[in-house]
């Protein structure tokens, strides 16, 4: 008897490889993937606005990297002693607003050349929610903890996202033309708006972006979603906030993606690699002991033959770890 649902998930026909540049932009689900690739070494650039969440915000930052669009002090505003962005996520946010400018469009300048030399984007969608300001009817990325009657919080219809996506898409794949486009719908259960209305807003995600998927060369879909709320499909495989998947999920959930993603070469390169992750962050009982150095000496000839056979790597860091203590 099966005791869960199976999800037939074929790998991607153009597997990704530490070569290629990765950028990563959307829900904080995003940043799990892109930790981990990472740690892992891969080349990537990761939610240069911080953390966004729905269609709306997503597609106006990408249109901003290809742009090339630099902020002015005009566009913050003012509140709870920081000068902050509505486009941005509040870790741009500072009490000087040239510092704030400053971080902004430094990550501007970035994304702009990481999106124009990556060959993989991954948009990872929370919510088909998204609110504006009631004053000017501008759309906003985060809220900044703003008084809520400040906004309109609005369910967009799959029409417009779909509009908005291919839009976006047809702009993307003029400025970089071999950028392959990998989507995902985040796990991450966005209570606060009800469990009704989270399902009709997931729903819509994807439905709009499977829409686009079959319409597009280039576009692929990992059920990220569907792992967890279909083959987990259990409260212990969440955060006590019962919204956000816990470690188990997210380990699972990356398990399926290495499946989905490398090809065997590049998992036996993971491989390794993870050993050195984990050489990193183990903290020995003896330090300096001679099992210690011995330990540290096999890990950094590990990462020099890495560094030697595989030159596109940057193991700097590690090496200079092994090396120094």
Wanted: charged residues 25%.
């Amino acid at each position: 008897m099966n005791w869960t649902a199976s999800i037939d998930i074929k790998p991607l026909p153009m597997p990704i490889t530490h070569r290629q540049g990765i950028f990563l932009i959307g829900s904080c689900f995003t940043e799990h993937i892109g930790r981990e690739l990472q740690e892992l070494k891969f080349q990537t650039c990761m939610n240069p606005h911080g953390i966004l969440f729905e269609t709306e915000s997503v597609c106006r930052s990408l249109i901003s990297y290809i742009e090339q669009d630099f902020y002015k002090e005009s566009d913050l505003f003012y509140h709870h002693e920081l000068w902050q962005s509505w486009d941005h996520h509040g870790r741009f946010s500072d009490p000087d607003p040239v510092k704030c400018l400053k971080q902004i469009n430094h990550s501007q300048r970035e994304a702009h050349e990481s999106l124009k030399n990556s060959d993989w984007l991954i948009i990872t969608l929370g919510s088909s929610f998204t609110y504006r300001l009631q004053e000017n009817r501008r759309w906003v990325a985060n809220c900044h903890k703003y008084p809520g009657s400040a906004f309109e919080k609005v369910l967009v219809p799959i029409e417009d996202q779909i509009a908005r996506l291919d839009n976006l898409i047809h702009r993307l794949f003029h400025f970089n033309n071999r950028i392959k486009i990998l989507f995902t719908i985040s796990p991450v259960r966005h209570l606060r708006d009800g469990v009704v209305e989270n399902n009709r807003s997931k729903a819509r995600l994807i439905e709009a972006v499977h829409h686009l998927v079959q319409k597009f060369e280039r576009l692929f879909y990992f059920p990220a979603y569907e792992l967890v709320v279909d083959v987990l499909r259990d409260y212990r495989f969440y955060d006590i906030d019962l919204a956000h998947p816990n470690y188990a999920a997210t380990q699972y959930v990356m398990e399926r993606f290495s499946e989905f993603a490398f090809d065997e070469p590049t998992k036996e390169l993971n491989k390794e690699l993870k050993q050195l992750v984990m050489a990193q962050k183990h903290r020995p009982q003896h330090w300096g002991s001679s099992q210690h150095r011995l330990f540290m000496a096999k890990q950094l000839e590990l990462a020099l033959k890495l560094s030697q056979t595989h030159p596109y790597l940057n193991l700097d860091d590690a090496i200079k770890y092994f090396k120094n203590n």
